[in-house]
């Protein structure tokens, strides 16, 4: 791969660039992207950009293929968010690496990534993957997008149908759309640019699909009758990175979000993400903490 599409411009969203100090530590280039209204940052944005200090600490002969990540504090935009990057271990085949993500000498985030050489799979090896389901979309349905009626969005997505679903309870349901970034990017496809984007956009869908399967709206209201979301967090989140040179976030990818599990005032989310061709590009869990507004009928799930 050519040298330049292992770097991303300072101008992009997700970039980070060393310290003076310390060649370990790096830091947000440009101020950190937030949902419209929150004085906190987006955890897809903090998640991307531990990600892409990581890989500029771990030779470019291998690629991400695991990263699991703790949201320990929120951050805030208005101050700036230090990287520290340790290695772990290394191997022929495998190298990791843990980042700790501070703001004001505070931890706000942890992640531990996997990398494996990228010539280390050739031979005689198993290989299948999930199918990508059928998805009918309406190429006239409107298109949504993050941080939407603003001028800091991020992606936008149309969602999708499939009747050959079971919806019939929340465990059942299938949420399905389509999504790219709002921007194109000026880098080729399989870049790292389009790789950090990717990893980013795993964390959008995620936390509201617990709300959508069970048709509770994601902010309490003491106007409505309808249940709602108190309190919504994410605890943790795994991306496992099946084809990390094939994102091409120009495109529209196929999503799919279910959730299998909720008790507890927590609940679990698993997604897939799919080239337009059909290609896993990653499979994602989150555990987010979910607290209903306690004057409804679904005072707990």
Known sequence: MDSKALTVPRHHPLAVEPTSEDPNVFTNTNPLWYPPGLPTAFGGAILAQALNAAMQRISPDFSVHTMHCQFVKAARVGSPVFYHVDRLSQTKSFSACHVSAKQNDQLVFTATLSFTRDSSAAGNVLD???TM???AV???SMTYRTGEGTAVSMFEFKTAADSAVDNSTPANKRLRRIVRAQKALAQPPGSK???LTLACLTDVWCLG???RVYGVSLFASKMSKKPGVEQMATLNHTIHFHNP???CVNEWMVEEAHCPWAGKERALVNSRIWTPEGVLLATCSQEVLVRL????ALARM
């Open 128 to 130: 299948h993957a999930t």
């Open 133 to 135: 389901p059928d998805v």
């Open 138 to 140: 309406d190429p006239d």
């Open 193 to 195: 640019g389009h790789l």
């Open 209 to 211: 699909t617990v709300g």
């Open 245 to 247: 040179h094939h994102p």
């Open 293 to 296: 507004s306690q004057e409804n």
